[in-house]
């Protein structure tokens, strides 16, 4: 107990010398994101007479935002697959399917601002179309309730700055970091105070704390383009427990939940980099159910205002009735390109490595390539 009481410390003294994170308590902001995107959005292939096209789109929007006192985040993310295929003998086979997502999770804190708190977060799924014919049950709704202790802060306004920086092209230290992302967070007070004149007072205030005169179309360029703002920073470390299950079960089904308890650690690396680490326990409440420890860390690097890399692990073991069950490693990079001021380009690559815990059994490892283009509405 006392080398993790330790570990705990000297975490703690690391995350609270972040230089201009550090000075930046609890940024407040809000934000709303709405994209379009598809994994293959358009394929056609034909043979002789033979051919076959599928299409998939997809669409989602987010809003999160931060106060002191809480966090909220919500949205919607929605994807239509239509495939159709004529062997030029039968009759052609048209099959579409589409399934909806709403994320949410809510945390409110207690006698401060990164001390105790409870939280509720979870995901409301719906499927239908061709693959929901003849099946009664068609939603989920998958909820974790708990309480935790400790914050992990995202600091996007100090995110911002930087990333204002980076497009003037300046060395910009603490304080002057601290001066752009102090106007950030105050946004929303200049339509009060400066009505007609807000946006133009707003970018002006932006490019005098930058220091570069003339700079205001610039950042204002770098700000309302949702493509831009490819990563986040993130501070703190914080710890919860919870009852996770589905609240919409099929008839019948008498499952119950697991106890879930999970860690996690945020830590900026400088100007350009951060890491996350994270730790999760899950433990199904049936007897002899099965559990589940998983660990995992990502780290990303801001190449520039544009163009971000991540690269992480994922590892998950399994037992049943005490007994080991498997586990899968997962080994992800993906690097995301702004092309224009709403559209981005993401290439990614997965390399996952199965483990049945059958020695008698080859487990054959999987590599996966993608490419994803994604148009910001907003």
């Known amino acids: 107990m006392k080398s993790i009481k330790l570990i705990l410390c000297l975490m703690l003294s690391f995350i609270f010398s972040q230089g201009a994170l550090d000075q930046y308590d609890i940024p407040e902001y809000e934000y709303k994101t709405f994209q379009l995107s598809g994994n293959d959005l358009f394929n056609m292939s034909s043979t002789g007479d033979a051919s076959e096209m599928s299409i998939n789109v997809g669409a989602d929007y987010m809003s999160q935002s931060q106060r002191p006192g809480y966090n909220l985040m919500y949205g919607v993310d929605f994807d239509f697959m239509m495939d159709s295929e004529d062997d030029g003998v039968n009759d052609a086979v048209d099959t579409s399917d589409w399934t909806l997502d709403m994320p949410f999770a809510v945390s409110q804190y207690f006698g401060g601002t990164k001390g105790a708190f409870g939280f509720a977060d979870g995901n409301l799924s719906m499927f239908g179309g061709d693959a929901a014919e003849g099946v009664d049950d068609t939603s989920d709704l998958w909820l974790t309730l708990g309480a935790g202790y400790g914050r992990i802060v995202s ?74 703002n490819v990563s986040d920073r993130f501070t703190g470390c ?136 994604t148009y910001w509405v907003f």
């Open 155 to 228: 600091a996007r306004p100090v995110a911002q700055a930087y990333a204002i920086a980076d497009a003037l092209g300046i060395d910009a230290d603490d304080d002057t970091i601290l001066a752009i992302a102090s106007v950030i967070g105050a946004a929303s007070s200049y339509g009060s105070i400066y009505k007609d004149d807000a946006m133009q007072q707003y970018y002006n205030d932006l490019a005098e704390a930058a220091g570069v005169d003339g700079a205001a179309m610039q950042i204002q360029k770098v700000l309302t383009s949702p493509a831009y």
């Open 238 to 373: 914080e710890v919860k427990a919870g009852l996770y299950d589905n609240y919409m079960k099929a008839d019948g089904d008498e499952s119950k939940g697991d106890l879930l308890m999970e860690a996690g650690y945020a830590m900026p690396m400088g100007m350009d980099s951060q890491l996350l680490v994270g730790a999760s326990y899950a433990m199904n409440l049936e007897e002899d159910g099965p559990t589940m420890m998983g660990l995992g860390a990502t780290y990303t690097m801001d190449h520039s205002y544009n163009w971000a890399t991540s690269a992480g692990f994922e590892y998950d073991s399994y037992t049943v009735g005490g007994e080991a069950a498997g586990s899968d490693m997962a080994l992800i990079v993906s690097s995301s390109y702004a092309v224009l001021n709403q559209m981005s380009v993401t290439a990614s690559f997965e390399y996952l490595i199965p483990d049945d815990g059958n020695d008698d059994t080859d487990d054959d490892a999987t590599m996966n390539l993608s490419a994803k283009v």
